[in-house]
């Protein structure tokens, strides 16, 4: 850091502050608290917001002032983390409570790690850190007006509860999440924690570590824990009784009338906490609603009675299951005399003969929601990882091996093409189609997008590639929209019933041990889920896999293995800890800053490019930005100076003014797109456009479409690939006699034109055989052009066509779903 001291006293802190080190950690001889305070800040952030390591240094000066500033010591992170353990009380840790489930019978201890769920809601729910996009009350809606399902608050769920509150109650939108996951490399060990959030914070925040909370470790059972006969049933009985002491005081509270409780924005308010989701995938579902799973029982869904044998029927009825049905069933199994009579009417009700965690829930003597209402349909594991990896899975077999080589070949120039843009598609060497390496949700939802043209190019069976397509289109739908409304969900609704029986006729007989029947019935539940809770994205197990590595795998690999439940939930206590040290409105504030571009285009309706980053000559080329654009797009930039000088002749100034255009650009990396009245952009987020040689190492150049006129005149809508973004500078000077002196007086004026290089795409006839636009770049120079940045409508997604055959020109497809 060794420079000045930026203060206006500076001499009164220090006669001599030239050259001086103003770190923390190193200046330990300043006595005065606010002087080092005001150093810090002045001279680390250097105008860009405090970062987490910023924050804590911040901190162990404040520690250092308040306890034993002679005796604490922090040159390093680790020393700061070691400290940090040292000085964190038992009394200042909300503790895990430890409870022995262990019963007559069983050989070894059954140790559940847990705190209250009610715990957990309090924490999330007063954080100030919360505070941006939280939700306290649903969207009421005035009669006759059209529904938009978004957010949770936006559906039929929370108004149903809502109305059955007092004035001035709230809802605590409970969302819980349980999987076992491996803790080591080689799977080894195992971890089978339970996580909770809230519906009222935004999905954006349910990401950070302030949105989510570790509420349990569940116990892990291995073979020889229970007596030889009794393992599922112990099982079960375990699971169930674990949920029921972490649910046990929020049911209570419930139960009460609710607690009194501060929200992120400070307001007090009369919260009822109630179950708005439980995720997880379909054995994890049924282990919670305590149904047993599998074709082999009457009724596999733990949603619905349907039975097994109409579980692809679109006509037969659904029917949930209740509170009061389900328990006359599990009397009844327990009032079965003899083992096997007992595992008889377990599989004629598919039920476990053991009470579920999620009853119980009242309000005023009143069941508060429907439990079986709750376990919505987890998109990525019914979807991405469970019909279309049986449809791939079928492909694999019904295909040669010389068609899979191929369709390996051209997902690798895919890929090749677009390693700067949006697919993250899986590498040529890993064997998409011929090879048996496993691939993660996200690269299969890659992979979707160019599918149907993929295939149509190995002269698939057009069943096959309409199955495929359709299913393609389904998955678009229902998971990557933003918002959904009665005619969209209609829409879902007349492709699931098209889609299910394609499936079940194409894919069956390859794999008709395997097909996952359970989960393709699923999908008939996708629709009234989203009518119930809003998209899908605050209800799937997406964002829970990624806590999994933070909460859990990481404290895990840092504890010392002899007692890592105690070391996991010590670890998860202190970054709460810190995170609620650290949660105040200058965090909140700084985080708005990071993110101007976005809220100048929600609050002028009109795209906001980011701040200037550098500056380009665009008549020197031998600049070394230069040399970076060319190189991230070779050959795009020839057409830059002839498309500028095009664009300044286009411009209308005064008759006779002289206008002197700035040959020095000022370059953005992006700009934010607001959402327009009509939702055809993204919801109520604005998109984000790039245009940079370099992102995350590598380059990023957004395909979007443009406002414009065809040759006729006619408005229309054009899809272009964004080259550059620049400030475009022209000074004008106009001259006009002064009445009353008759001199000539001069006024200068200076514009600023926010502008776009872009090079745009051609939509050229022919039948159209899949969801995908044809396109070809336009010939020649009038293919590039300099576009206003107000006439930026949407980013678009362009999927490369790789034909075998020598063309022409390169070719395209148009994905007109947003991915």
């Excluded at 006359?328 to 598919?350: N, P």
């Excluded at 007349?494 to 499936?503: A, E």
Aim: charged share 25%.
């Amino acid at each position: 850091m060794n420079r000045p001291l930026p203060h206006p006293e500076a001499a009164q802190l220090n006669e001599d502050t030239t050259g001086y080190d103003f770190s923390p950690r190193a200046d330990t001889s300043l006595a005065d608290l606010d002087s080092r305070l005001y150093r810090f800040c002045k001279t680390a952030t250097g105008g860009a917001g405090l970062s987490r390591a910023d924050i804590k240094e911040l901190l162990s000066i404040v520690i250092q002032a308040i306890e034993a500033p002679g005796r604490v010591s922090l040159r390093s992170m680790a020393d700061f983390d070691r400290f940090e353990e040292e000085r964190t009380s038992e009394a200042d840790l909300e503790k895990f409570i430890v409870k022995n489930l262990r019963k007559g019978g069983d050989l070894k201890d059954v140790n559940l790690y847990y705190r209250s769920s009610m715990s957990c809601v309090r924490g999330l729910y007063q954080n100030p850190a919360n505070r941006e996009g939280f939700v306290a009350k649903p969207v009421e809606l005035p009669e006759g007006a059209k529904i938009i399902y978004k957010g949770p608050e936006t559906g039929s769920w929370w108004r149903e509860l809502q109305r059955k509150l007092p004035v001035g109650g709230s809802v605590a939108a409970v969302i819980m999440y349980s999987d076992e996951t491996t803790l080591t490399t080689d799977g080894g060990v195992c971890g089978w924690p339970v996580y909770i959030s809230l519906g009222n914070i935004s999905s954006g925040n349910r990401w950070r570590s302030h949105g989510h909370r570790l509420c349990a470790l569940l116990p892990e059972i291995d073979k020889q824990t229970f007596a030889k006969g009794e393992e599922s049933r112990r099982r079960h009985e375990v699971f169930q009784e674990s949920l029921s002491l972490i649910l046990e005081e929020q049911k209570k509270v419930l139960k009460a009338g609710g607690e009194y409780m501060i929200d992120p924005w400070g307001i007090k308010r009369w919260v009822h906490p109630a179950t708005y989701a439980y995720v997880g995938d379909y054995p994890e579902q049924c282990k919670v609603a305590g149904t047993k799973s599998g074709v082999s029982t009457a009724f596999p869904c733990p949603k619905c009675t349907v039975p097994n044998t109409e579980l692809s029927n679109m006509l037969h009825p659904i029917r949930y299951r209740t509170e009061v049905e389900q328990l006359g069933f599990v009397q009844e199994i327990l009032g079965t005399q003899g083992k096997t009579a007992r595992s008889d009417v377990e599989v004629k009700h598919s039920t476990h003969g053991v009470h579920c965690a999620l009853w119980g829930f009242e309000h005023n003597g009143e069941p508060f929601g429907n439990p079986y209402r709750s376990l919505m349909v987890d998109l990525m594991h019914m979807s991405s990882l469970g019909v279309y990896k049986h449809i791939l899975g079928c492909l694999k077999q019904r295909l040669s091996n010389e068609v899979l080589a191929k369709l390996d070949s051209d997902l690798a120039n895919v890929t090749a093409f677009s390693r700067q843009s949006f697919f993250r598609l899986p590498a040529h060497t890993d064997g998409y189609f011929s090879g048996n390496t496993t691939f993660h949700a996200f690269q299969h939802q890659a992979v979707m997008q160019v599918l149907p043209v993929l295939l149509m190019r190995q002269n698939v069976s057009l069943e096959i590639v309409n199955t495929v397509e359709l299913f393609c289109t389904w998955h678009a739908m229902a998971w990557h929209r933003t918002y959904h409304t009665e005619n969209t969900l209609r829409d879902l609704e007349k492709i699931t019933q098209k889609l299910v029986p394609l499936l079940v006729e194409n894919f069956k007989d390859e794999q008709s041990s395997e097909f996952n029947i359970p989960k393709i019935h699923a999908m008939l539940h996708v629709a009234d889920d989203i009518r119930r809770g809003g998209i899908p994205v605050h209800y799937c197990s997406d964002l829970y896999e990624h806590i999994h590595i933070a909460l859990v795998k990481r404290p895990y690999r840092a504890s010392n293995k002899r007692n890592a439940e105690a070391s996991i939930t010590r670890r998860c206590l202190i970054t709460e800890l810190i995170d609620s040290m650290t949660a105040t409105e200058d965090g909140v504030e700084d985080k708005e800053a990071r993110t101007v571009a976005m809220k100048q285009a929600l609050e002028s309706g009109s795209p906001a490019v980011t701040g200037r980053y550098m500056k380009l000559d665009y008549t020197e080329r031998r600049n070394t930005t230069w040399k970076a654009y060319a190189e991230a797009c070779p050959g795009e930039f020839r057409c830059l100076a002839d498309s500028i000088q095009a664009y300044q002749q286009q411009q209308q100034h005064p008759h006779g003014a002289r206008v002197k255009w700035e040959t020095v650009l000022d370059l953005h990396k992006g700009v934010a797109l607001p959402p327009d009245d009509d939702f055809t952009r993204y919801s109520k987020y604005p998109a984000y456009a790039r245009a940079a040689p370099t992102f995350h190492g590598r380059p990023w150049f957004s395909d979007v479409t443009i406002d414009g006129v065809d040759d006729n005149g006619d408005s229309t809508v054009w899809p272009a690939k964004l080259l550059l973004i620049f400030t475009l500078h022209r000074t004008v000077t106009t001259t006009r006699r002064d009445r009353n002196t008759g001199a000539d007086v001069s006024r200068e004026q200076h514009y600023a034109d926010q502008v776009a290089f872009v090079r745009y795409y051609r939509q050229f006839p022919g039948s159209r055989k899949t969801a995908l636009t044809p396109m070809q770049w336009w010939p020649g120079g009038r293919g590039y052009g300099i576009v206003s940045v107000e006439s930026l409508l949407r980013v678009i997604h362009v999927v490369p066509y790789e034909s075998r055959v020598p063309i022409a020109t390169e070719r395209f497809f148009w994905n007109e779903f947003k991915w």
